[in-house]
Every structure is written in C-alpha cells, then in structure tokens.
C-alpha cells in the first residue's frame, strides 16, 4: 500500500473515499490511533461517522473482510480521539490518525481484518514517521477499552515497524503513570517481576509498555532490572 497526497492507494487504485464533514483544521500526525466501532454493522457505523449530526469520525475503517473505507484525508485532524492524553499531549485528535476496525468489542479480530490492517499501519508509520501505534485505552484510559484485550498491541507495534525496545521487569510492586513523575495520573499498579518493554528514557523515568497487555506507561527507572 502506499500513500499519495495523504491518500491511501492499494496495489496502484485509490481505497474507497467518502469525506466526512466532520474534520478540523490541517493534522501533521505523530501517533496512529487503533479503535474498534463497537458495531456489527459496517455500513451503520460508516453512515455515523459521515453524518454531521454524529460530530465522531475517523481517517479509516476497515471491515471485518479487511475492505477499507478512507473518511478523510491523512493531513485533517478527524474526531476519534475525544478527552485524551499521551507523552505530554492533550487532545490526540491534534496529532493522530484515526482507524476505527469493525468490531463490536466482545468479537475477536479477523485474521485478514488484522492482516490489512497491519499493512495500512505500516504505511502510515513509514510515510509519517509515526512515533507510536496505540490503542485509544491508553490514551483515555478512565473512558475507554478499545481495542481491546483482543488487539494484540505489543507485536502489533513492532510488525508496524515502531521496534520494542528493551525487555525488563520490575524489581517490586511499581506505580504505572501517564508521564515522568509522580504528579501524573496513576494508571496501574504493576506486581513484582512484571515483564515490560523499554521504549525510552526520561531522567529517572522509563516509557515502558507491559507485556502481554496493552498498557503503556512510564515507570521509575530505578525500579527495573538492569
């Protein structure tokens, strides 16, 4: 797949495009945001987000037979996001695109559904130097739960071509905080010998991602195995 003037071409011809009315101002995107639609429907949940009424959309959705819909141009802030939070950022509908993946949040994930969606991911990472993949749980997490436990986020992240860093664990029960230090929100308690992945450090903090599990945090550093 490949992406010309901020639209996605598969194999050569434009996915299918039908702009949203409900989009901001110019998006110079840094993190790709994953969502599910909560819906069993497609063609409802496409209708919602072209509806002004709706004030919700997102730059793709793609089906459970892996079809893509794009609903608006990659360089236009969309509304996914809503109240939301990440490395220092507030309102991730300012620096991230959108893909909502049908899915009515109990559903597992299709296999082609995830394969398509992998591709796009890494045509987005690659022709954005996207920072990050997330789930929209980690960035609002008291609201929140998509994708879900069934989105497997970690290995998601690294076929995107984001990388995981260092592989640790902690050395006792260790606050998780939305960022590095302690007057940020807590967001989990992780046990003794929880295994993380180090993604970078600030000072005395690390930005991890926990295992087997899609939470994302920083951590004190002195805390973590060597």
Same mark, same amino acid.
């Given at each position: ?54 004030? !919700?959309?997102? +730059? ?6 892996? /079809? *893509?819909?794009?609903?608006? %141009? $990659? ?57 990050? !993949?997330?789930? +929209? ?6 609201? /929140? *739960?998509?994708?879900?436990? %069934? $989105? ?57 991602? !926990? ?16």
């Amino acid at each position: 797949m490949e992406i010309v003037n901020h639209l996605l071409y598969n194999q050569g011809k434009q996915v299918t495009f039908k702009q949203t009315p409900n989009h901001g101002g110019a998006l110079n995107p840094k993190y790709l945001l994953i969502h599910y639609d909560a819906s069993n429907n497609a063609t409802g949940a496409i209708s919602w987000m072209l509806s002004p009424t709706s004030k !919700v959309s997102a +730059h793709l959705h793609i089906d459970r037979e892996g /079809k *893509i819909v794009q609903l608006a %141009k $990659f360089n236009q802030v969309c509304y996914h996001a809503g109240k939301s939070t990440w490395d220092g950022l507030n309102g991730l509908n300012n620096y991230s695109i959108g893909i909502e993946l049908q899915n009515n949040g109990v559903q597992d994930y299709t296999a082609i559904q995830l394969a398509v969606c992998l591709q796009v991911s890494k045509s987005l990472v690659s022709h954005y130097k996207l920072k990050d !993949v997330l789930g +929209h749980e980690q960035v609002s997490p008291k609201r /929140k *739960i998509d994708p879900g436990k %069934k $989105f497997p986020m970690a290995q998601f992240r690294k076929d995107s071509g984001i990388g995981v860093c260092d592989v640790t664990k902690t050395t006792t029960d260790l606050n998780l905080r939305e960022g590095a230090g302690t007057e940020f929100a807590k967001l989990a308690v992780l046990k003794k010998d929880t295994i993380v992945t180090v993604k970078s450090v600030s000072g005395d903090w690390s930005k991890v991602d !926990v295992v087997n599990s899609n939470l994302s945090g920083y951590v004190a550093s002195k805390y973590l195995t060597a």
